[in-house]
């Protein structure tokens, strides 16, 4: 790694050019800034240079594909949202707070669920709970009940959304302690395996809503010609095939980690809440999330530079 640093001043005015080069192993990074005041425009250009840096990890860490872009569509939809210019017919929509927060429940159920179900296939793969024990829709109809019976007992300064995501970690660990409590004096005849159907049901497979492969139609559909031509804005398969398999990948590698890293790792790369919004989940301080954020950093980054030497 080298730095180059190049100063220069105007033959004629009191003008000032600001030139840093970085060379790393594997790229070079540039920054030029120009103007009247020397230290200032040394500090914009040491600025600039950081910024490129930073953007160049990003890169490495590829943060793009980690990143829930859902999420934060969803936050800055929410921010859009106002009052509707005409009022509600009488009769029409919530009639009461109950009425507000069962709509609230029923727009966060299929992600909450599999929220549920991917914490409990991490629990199987590690060894810590053995397949099927606990039920992830039974944990979210606990906390819909719960929600729905005691809407008073959420925290003032935490969403709603928030707070589902509370009652599920508090509603998942009380069924662990019980298992354990309840596995503590039962003795086993057997060894438990894992079968192929259970291993599928565990990672969020639901035999309900069967693949699109089954329902499929023997007489393939006659599309339009606006049909084939492609989306700008849509993501390429190949990069969305990728998504999915680094994806799959990193929570093969996740379920090894302690359990508080494999649930930052769901809450932060997957559900896309931010650092502040986890301390109010786990119930940890923010220093503690920082520091386990930069764990599972530095546990991918290991991860990605081992395969990528096989």
């Known amino acids: 790694m080298h730095l180059h640093l190049a100063l220069e ?13 970085l060379r790393v192993p594997s790229n070079i990074l540039r920054a030029e800034k120009r103007g009247p005041d020397l230290i200032r425009t040394f500090d914009d250009a040491v600025k600039a240079l950081l910024r490129e840096l930073a953007a160049l990890k990003a890169r490495f860490r590829r943060e793009p594909l980690w990143k829930n872009k859902t999420r934060r569509a969803q936050l800055r939809a929410r921010k859009a949202v106002g009052f509707a210019p005409q009022p509600q017919p009488e009769g029409q929509g919530p009639q009461h707070p109950g009425d507000v927060l069962r709509d609230l429940l029923g727009a966060q ?21 053995l397949p099927n024990a606990i039920d992830p829709r039974a944990v979210v109809d606990e906390v819909a009940r719960r929600a729905l019976a005691a809407p008073q007992q959420k925290p003032e300064k ?7 995501y509370v009652l599920a970690r508090q509603e998942l660990a009380r069924r662990r302690k019980a298992l354990q409590a309840e596995a503590a004096g039962t003795v086993r005849l057997e060894t438990p395996r894992v079968l192929p159907d ?113």
């Not at 699109?212 to 139609?217: F, G």
């Open 9 to 21: 001043r105007h033959a004629r005015r009191e003008f000032y050019t600001a030139r840093l080069t």
């Open 109 to 129: 159920h299929a992600r909450l669920l599999r929220h549920v179900r991917r914490q409990l296939w991490h629990a199987v793969t590690a060894g810590e709970v």
């Open 198 to 310: 259970d291993a599928a049901r565990a990672e969020g497979y639901d035999a309900e809503q069967p693949l699109d492969i089954i329902e499929r139609q023997i007489e393939p559909p006659v599309g339009e010609a606006k049909e084939l031509i492609a989306d700008e804005r849509a993501v390429p398969p190949d990069q969305q095939t990728l998504r999915r398999d680094l994806l799959a990948e990193a929570r093969r590698t996740a379920s090894a980690w302690p359990p508080f890293e494999r649930e930052l790792f769901e809450l932060y790369f997957v559900e896309g809440f931010e650092p502040d919004e986890l301390a109010m989940i786990t119930g940890r301080s923010r220093e503690q999330v920082r520091a386990g954020l930069d764990r599972i950093q530095e546990r991918l980054r290991a991860s990605l530079l081992e395969q990528a030497a096989i």
């Open 158 to 164: 935490m969403s709603y959304e928030l707070w589902f």
